[in-house]
């Protein structure tokens, strides 16, 4: 490590940049934001600079850099000029009179560098390279940017408000740990994020107010995996995958999705499959309720979206009843997902105004389903969990009016990397597939939009 992370206050404090140019605008409005008064001597200025340099409370030298410039008051100095010569100059004055100095172009003449900043005020993370590569820096910020709300900002805010009341409440710093532990990854830190601080502040005061043995309530967050690529897990979904204690999940959650989840959770299979449910549902439902009895945070994950042929609604009427807090995060289903990755829209002004979305087994494993409804002109049909099913999906679908012709496409483990995408019409379909070793999740689609496959298939997976 070459460079010792510190976050330095300098509210107030007088720096000098050494040249007005892109770079050292960038600087410029880096240290007026951290509340710095700026000085500036620069042969040119842009107005971005001009500007945060007078809102810092500095001045502003328009001429060549002089030797007597750097002055002992400075808490530290910026050479940002295009010209080698003037920044290693600066860099050896700053030196001799021990002020801290960054060379925009040459890190040996560096004590310090810029990091790249994600800015949640009061909560600030930083990402540096070590000057070996600026760019690199930049682009991790910014992924790091998008995954943190700004609302984190508001949260810090607020923790600062109630430090001092935690600290009264709990003596020892075990406890302290543990309800600040259990307010951030919890209904409090929730209610920020959803924009209500003020539910966020009363459940604070309440918590504050209870015994401590009863401040260890578990919650239940029932959270839709999407169709199989960790891409498309929503921030939610991940972030309260990551402050859970244990995972109850599906057969239909992707393994990279799985793979995300800390390693130290309690991962629990309690998927189903045709003729083999390997936990009753009824079992699961309590195993949720037992779980966030005993106070733990407990996930559970299921492929899709949750109340899309998902039994998401089963499994949180029994929380609901015995009042435990829980959350539904919202998944993309599969019929969203693997339509998208497969180029097939699901509605299309020159072939389908409406899109119907059924299951093609029901709780007793039959394929028993309002058939007259299913065959409409200009409407797409999506059918989950259609697999076993297929020739008597096919056979009722022509026995009740649906042309023969129809395309139709079965989509195998959609929007992973062994997505494949078997193309037929309604009636050849399920000798297609008969032939092929397929591999579930599916999905099946039906109509004339899945003509669209052949123009604007864009998820090549063997890519």
Not at 166 to 192: Q, T, Y
């Amino acid at each position: 490590m070459n460079y010792l992370p510190l976050f330095f206050k300098v509210g107030g404090s007088p720096c000098l940049i050494v040249g007005g140019g892109r770079i050292g605008t960038r600087r410029a409005r880096l240290l007026r934001k951290a509340g710095a008064r700026i000085d500036l001597v620069s042969i040119c200025t842009s107005e971005n600079i001009r500007r945060d340099i007078i809102e810092s409370g500095g001045r502003i030298s328009e001429r060549p850099w002089q030797s007597d410039d750097i002055a002992k008051e400075y808490r530290f100095v910026v050479a940002a000029t295009d010209d080698p010569e003037v920044n290693t100059a600066v860099a050896d004055q700053a030196k001799l009179k021990a002020i801290p100095v960054n060379v925009v172009t040459d890190s040996s003449l560096s004590d310090f560098s810029f990091p790249s900043v994600i800015d949640r005020d009061p909560l600030t993370i930083a990402v540096s390279s070590g000057s070996a590569s600026p760019l690199l820096a930049r682009l991790l910020g910014e992924r790091i940017d998008s995954l943190i709300p700004a609302s984190y900002g508001m949260l810090a805010s607020l923790i600062g408000e109630y430090r001092s009341k935690v600290r009264e409440k709990f003596k020892g710093i075990d406890d302290r740990k543990h309800f600040w532990e259990k307010a951030l990854r919890g209904s409090v830190a929730e209610h920020v994020f959803s924009g209500h601080q003020d539910q966020a502040r009363k459940l604070l005061d309440s918590q504050l107010e209870q015994p401590v043995t009863e401040l260890n309530q578990g919650e239940v967050y029932l959270i839709g995996a999407g169709p199989g690529d960790p891409d498309l897990l929503t921030f939610r979904a991940y972030r309260l995958l990551q402050q859970s204690e244990v995972v109850l999940y599906d057969r239909l959650v992707s393994q990279e999705i799985l793979d995300q989840i800390n390693p130290d959770v309690e991962m629990i299979y309690v998927g189903k499959r045709r003729a083999d449910h390997s936990v009753a549902q009824k079992d699961i439902n309590q195993r949720l309720l037992d779980y966030a009895v005993s106070g733990k945070r407990v996930a559970r994950l299921k492929g899709g979206d949750p109340f899309i042929f998902g039994r998401g609604g089963e499994e949180i009427e029994l929380l609901a009843i015995n009042q435990i807090p829980f959350q539904v995060v919202p998944g993309i289903t599969a019929a969203s997902g693997c339509a998208s990755y497969s180029g097939i829209p699901l509605t299309h002004r020159d072939h389908a105004q409406s899109v119907r979305f059924v299951t093609g087994q029901l709780q007793d494993g039959t394929v028993n389903l309002p058939w007259d409804q299913l065959v409409a002109p200009d409407q797409t049909l999506v059918i989950y969990m259609g697999l076993n099913g297929l020739p008597i999906i096919s056979k009722n679908l022509i026995a009740h009016g649906l042309s023969a012709d129809t395309p139709a496409a079965l989509i195998e483990q959609g929007t992973t990397l062994n997505q494949k995408v078997h193309i037929s019409t309604v009636q050849c379909l399920p000798e297609v597939v008969d032939k092929q070793s397929i591999k579930p999740p599916t999905l099946l689609i039906v109509g004339s939009v899945v003509n669209l496959h052949q123009s604007l298939n864009w998820f090549q997976p063997d890519l």
